[in-house]
């Protein structure tokens, strides 16, 4: 029989082994318990290094994924974060322990909710999760200092390049929604934006509008 503290020692060994190397992000990732932000049937899978199905027909991402993005974000303590695609609040929760102030946003107001609760019962006070399409950003709390996106668009949406701090850095996928997609970092200084590509990944496309439920 495998213990619970023995998956969580297994889980952070293959985060390491993946590359998430940042002392801080992986204190962040050994604080913020995945087990809550899964629920159902996939509970028992929440220290696998693999995405899972959510509410809305959406999905947790690769928790090696959400590592090194977080890690590419390069977040410091007083940052304030812009995060599109809340999806099951746990990309959040991290960047919770990072940053000054995370907000957070979906289409799905079914996943802003439940998404809340799980940041109110684990004290994660420094998280706005906000209903509405965030390909439009959250023009009155801009600029951002760091941006992630969590879905995939064809190109980086232009509010949000907008709404980047200069010396600000975001980071997101792009490419085809069903295709292999490259993961991106945009770094935004005085003279224009500066474009890296970090691996390629596959995530749900960003949608248009509010979603349904
Ligand atoms: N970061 C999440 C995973 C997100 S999955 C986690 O840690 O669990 C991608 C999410 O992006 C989905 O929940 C989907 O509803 C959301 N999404 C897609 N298009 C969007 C848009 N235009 N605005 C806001 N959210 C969007």
Redesign the pocket.
Known sequence: MITDAERKMQFLYTLRSKGVTDARVMQAMEEVDRAP?VTGLFSERAYEDTPLP?A?G????QPSV?GLMTQALKVSARDKVL??????????AILAKLARRVYT????RR?VIEAKAIFEAHRLHNITAIT????FGVPDQAPFDKIIV??AAEDPPSPLLAQLKIGGIMVLPVGQSDAVQSLIRVRKSETGLDYDELRSVR???????L?KD
């Open positions: 932000f959510i809305c959406q999905t947790i991402s959400v995060e599109i695609g809340t999806g099951s609040g746990y990309q959040a946003v979906d289409r799905h996943l509405s399409d965030g390909s969590t879905a995530f749900v496309p960003l949608l248009e509008g979603g």
